[in-house]
């Protein structure tokens, strides 16, 4: 395939457009590594909340997303009356970010109880809140992330759409790591509410920036009535949906990544803290060498999708060298040889980082092909599920992992089984976890560049 075959003359978006609606990522990622790199930290630390409430907790709040998720992508797919006048996404963004921003800070101001003694009030806390946290926050991206494919129409659109995306994706990714070794205080909570009303703050900046990109002109919204096939039920879509192979083998490799992406963030504090014996500012300097690997690969990997021009075999080329950059990070011994591995994770997760939403966009543009008709809300949802299982996944990992190598809620000196299986959950499980989903992507995935272009000749048939 040529880069002039996948050129359409459509109307791309401004840099400027590109630029407020990839904020988006911003955000998302903000909320995402606050919320995952501190939350369990902060209830075991800081709170003494004991492991197994903990786990118990964020498993609810997991088992919770499972129907919240594709419910919300499939009720916001309805096309209503005002989407005619203010679009079918822009509205549902706007309803769940403003809100979503204030109830994150609710997580680091639990009630003042003793955990060891009265742990319900703080463990129902818990549940209450992140459960509205998620609802709110899949209402705003569920409708983001179906956004995409209808505003980036091309391949090479998507890809710098994409990359702006990534830009400030990682550009998140510092300063939600680097903030919070300034503010907080390992084992004291109430260090941890000044980081919750700075990070209101920055949220609700960036909510203002990514606005103006995610307004809907009037070409999206004439798309969204070009399909004349009845909207299928929220059972036949949610089945449908999970009949689609290319979806179910995507989700598969996702799953992967956000595994080793979650796992590494909410692994660094307990690092730093108790296996390296470190300071709260160390930890800046493991985030910051991570981040540095992933900013370098940006266009290295850009290059490569482009001159390979095979998403899957760009995909699979990225699930290995994660695999291994996951991997190396076992071997860590001090603070200086600890930023060498995390460069080298970070340079290896910036494929996915960078070529997601491409891979994603290939799957939703499958999705209109076989439905008739411009659909992706239910699928969109489902992925967002597998994204927060994937947090569970990571939640109930460290759990068991704590309470088998005996860590102690609240005390930073721990055994030597306990400091192994922090390296463990850091490292060798979330890597064996990506290898099993890379392998199966690598054998599974059927969108090849052939059937790629046929999809995007059906497409402009039918006048998407």
């Known amino acids: 395939m040529t880069e002039r075959v996948e050129e359409v003359v459509e109307d791309i978006p401004s840099t400027l457009n590109m630029i407020s609606y990839g904020n988006a990522s911003f955000w998302s990622m903000f909320a995402n590594t606050i919320f995952t790199s501190w939350?369990?930290?902060f209830y075991e630390r800081a709170i003494g909340l004991g492991t197994l409430y903990i786990g118990l907790a964020l498993i609810i709040f997991t088992l919770w997303d499972a129907v919240n998720d594709p419910l919300i992508g499939f009720l916001t797919d309805r096309v209503l009356k005002p989407t005619r006048k203010i679009g079918k996404r822009f509205p549902w963004i706007i309803i769940g970010s403003f809100p979503a921003t204030f109830i994150l800070a609710l997580l680091f101001m639990p009630p003042t109880v003793d955990a060891a003694t009265n742990p319900l009030p703080i463990f129902s806390w818990i549940v209450i809140v992140t459960c509205l946290y998620d609802t709110l926050t899949t209402l705003c991206l569920v409708n983001v992330n179906?956004?995409?494919?209808?505003?980036?129409?091309?391949?090479?659109?998507?890809?710098?759409?994409?990359?702006?995306g990534t830009f400030f994706s990682m550009l998140a990714l510092p300063v939600a790591t680097i903030i919070p070794?300034?503010?907080i205080t390992f084992g004291e909570a109430s260090t941890y509410i000044p980081l919750a009303w700075?990070?209101?703050?920055?949220?609700?900046?960036?909510?203002?920036i990514f606005l103006p990109g995610m307004y809907e002109n009037q070409k999206m919204?004439?798309?969204?009535y070009v399909s004349k096939e009845k909207p299928e039920s929220f059972v036949t879509a949610l089945k449908s949906t999970l009949k689609q192979r290319s979806f179910v083998i995507y989700i598969i490799l996702f799953f992967g990544f956000q595994v080793v992406t979650n796992?590494?963030?909410?692994?660094?504090?307990?690092a730093v803290d108790m296996v390296l014996r470190g300071s709260e500012t160390?930890?800046?300097?493991?985030?910051a060498s991570f981040l540095q690997g992933g900013m370098i690969s940006i266009p290295v990997w850009l290059r490569i999708a482009k001159k390979i021009n095979n998403n899957k075999k760009t995909a699979v080329i990225g699930g290995i060298s994660l695999t291994i950059g996951t991997f190396l990070s076992f071997f860590y011994t001090n603070v200086w040889d600890s930023m060498v591995y995390e460069f080298i994770l970070g340079f290896s997760m910036g494929n996915f980082w960078v070529l997601t939403v491409v891979y994603f966009a290939d799957v939703l543009d499958e999705r209109i092909v076989l439905t008739r008709s411009n659909v992706r809300g239910t699928t969109v949802g489902v992925s967002s599920f597998f994204s927060r299982l994937?947090?569970?996944?990571?939640?109930?990992?460290?759990?068991?992992?704590?309470?088998l190598t005996g860590l102690i809620p609240g005390q930073a000196n721990q055994s030597l089984l306990a400091q192994i299986g922090i390296r463990l959950h850091m490292s060798v499980i979330p890597a064996i976890v990506l290898a099993i989903c890379t392998y199966i992507f690598w054998k599974k995935y059927p969108l090849t560049p052939e059937r790629t272009l046929e999809i995007k000749r059906q497409l402009k048939e039918m006048g998407f």
Do not use: C, E, M, N
């Not at 391949?155 to 990359?163: D, E, L, Q, V």
């Not at 994937?390 to 309470?403: D, K, L």
């Open 221 to 224: 919204i004439d798309r969204y």
């Open 181 to 183: 070794p300034f503010i």
């Open 198 to 208: 700075i990070s209101v703050a920055i949220l609700l900046t960036i909510v203002i």
């Open 39 to 41: 939350v369990f930290f």
């Open 390 to 403: 994937s947090r569970g996944a990571q939640v109930g990992t460290f759990a068991i992992v704590h309470i």
């Open 146 to 164: 179906a956004l995409f494919p209808d505003k980036f129409l091309t391949p090479k659109a998507r890809r710098r759409g994409g990359a702006w």
């Open 282 to 287: 160390d930890t800046i300097l493991l985030f």
């Open 263 to 270: 796992s590494l963030t909410a692994s660094i504090p307990y």
